[in-house]
């Protein structure tokens, strides 16, 4: 190699290296990340052989070992096929589209959320608050704790972490424990809200979301926060949702007062 070429090559080793290490995700999920995009934007189409292990190790600038565990996360999720001999090859594409739009108003989210089919997988009365901002209200005494998968033609898609101020869920456990709690708490006569924040920001899977998503450990998400404050200045709803990235987006018109497109 020319000694050209070989500082060229350095210099790209190092600049991989300072990336990996932004990440405390592990090295394999951070390269299995970047050849499923490229799956799924169509750069390895359905049937296209992929790079040879040689071509990747050299161009993520890792080891091989690092290559073969980002392959078989990918063929565990029916990405990739690897045949001996021949060598790997794409198998298929991510099993999610863009279905669901995000909703900026608040009878767009009840609507989105009245007819949803949920599971509820654990449930823990009288638990501590959870964090809040300044302009998240004041915390209830107590709260009821409800972590639920939401699921689209027989899939997840969603994982809900909510905690419910503990004098709401008393009223009626048998329903909130059963199904979507926000239109149970709009069908209360005694509760105003006055406030409903949506926060939404990009996360990773942490292992209980993986593993409830049957995704990778560390794969992107995306996720929304919705906070409910009564007219006591009160968070009696406080929800961390963790989309599939690839379940949704959001279409908005600009030109037309922020309205989410259908």
């Known amino acids: 190699m020319a000694l050209s070429s070989y500082l060229s090559y350095i210099k790209i080793m190092k600049k991989l290296a300072s990336l990996y290490d932004r990440s405390r995700v592990p090295l394999y999920i951070q390269v299995a990340s970047v ?18 292990l040689e071509e990747l190790e050299a161009e993520f600038a890792v080891a091989r070992v690092t290559i073969r565990q980002a392959i078989e996360l990918l063929r565990n999720e029916g990405l990739l096929d690897a045949q001996q001999g021949r060598g790997t090859f794409v198998s ?20 989105l959320v009245k007819d949803n089919v949920i599971e509820r ?27 639920s998968v939401q699921y689209n033609n027989g899939e997840p898609f969603s994982v809900v972490n909510l905690y419910l101020a503990q004098n709401l869920f008393a009223r009626d456990r048998k329903r909130f424990s059963h199904s979507a709690a926000l239109p149970s708490i709009v069908e209360m006569q005694d ?39 009564d007219d006591a200045n009160t968070a009696i709803y406080v929800a961390n949702i963790h989309y599939l990235k690839d ?12 309205k989410v497109e259908a």
């Open 247 to 258: 379940c949704f987006a959001l279409r908005v018109d600009l030109l037309n007062k922020g």
């Open 35 to 52: 050849m499923r995009q490229r799956i799924e934007s169509g750069h390895w189409a359905e049937g296209d052989k992929i790079s040879t």
């Open 121 to 147: 997988v654990h449930i823990e009365e009288n638990v501590a608050p959870p964090d809040l901002d300044e302009r998240e209200g004041k915390p209830a005494e107590k709260y009821t704790f409800l972590r």
């Open 92 to 111: 298929g594409r991510p099993r999610h589209n863009r279905w669901l739009n995000l909703a900026n108003d608040f009878d767009t989210m009840l609507a």
């Open 191 to 229: 509760v105003r809200i006055l406030h409903a924040y949506q926060t939404l920001t990009i996360g990773v899977a942490d292992p209980e979301t993986a593993n409830l998503l049957k995704i990778g450990l560390g794969e992107p998400t995306a996720d929304c926060r919705l906070v409910l404050i």
